[in-house]
């Protein structure tokens, strides 16, 4: 494909995989009309996705949230959908897997000046057919169906932002106790068989 270049990439028809509705339903036909639905791409910022969702599940009148994507977005999707359970307690999860067909096209680059070109000849095409995995998420504060497949309940254990954080050392076992004995020499409790006095 070196001599080759992309020009244009879109879905193909009937691109939804068998999961999937009509054009545009997506993997979750049976929802309210309320839904948020938010499309995460490669270059979206988690921040500004992750804004705009909490702001969204936020009003009352917001029941259900879908973060879907495709490709190289996958991760980024997930990653969306686990930092909105941390922060919004007691959503129930399902997901689901499809695959996009996409249709690229690549055009043949000009070739240099060559014995056997005409100058007003088109550039050859190539036509490529694409199935790119893609996920979709489901978080909805309402209970679901725990029978449907990739039905997550919520979590049951309240998130780690949540729980008071254990202090930790780095010093060794014995903890404080044994990095002040390192530093100065522990005086013996009166009254001990250690304690001598001093003449």
Partial sequence: MENFRKVRSEEAPGGEGAEGGGPGSGPFADLAPGAVHMRVKEGSKIRNLLAFATASMAQPATRAIVFSGCGRASTKTVTCAEILKRRLAGLH??????????????????????????????????????????????????????????????????????????????????GAAAAEGSAKRLRPEPGTAEERPMA
């Fill in 93 to 174: 999860q399902v997901t689901r897997l499809r695959y996009r067909s996409v249709r690229e096209v690549w055009q043949s680059l000009p070739p240099g000046p060559a014995p056997g070109h005409r100058p007003g000849e088109p550039a050859a095409s190539l036509s490529v057919l694409k199935n790119v995995p893609g996920l979709a998420i489901l978080l909805c504060k309402d209970a679901l169906d725990p029978r449907q497949p990739g039905y997550q309940p919520p979590d049951a254990h309240p998130g780690p932002s949540s729980q008071p954080a254990a202090p930790t050392s780095k010093r060794g076992p014995g």
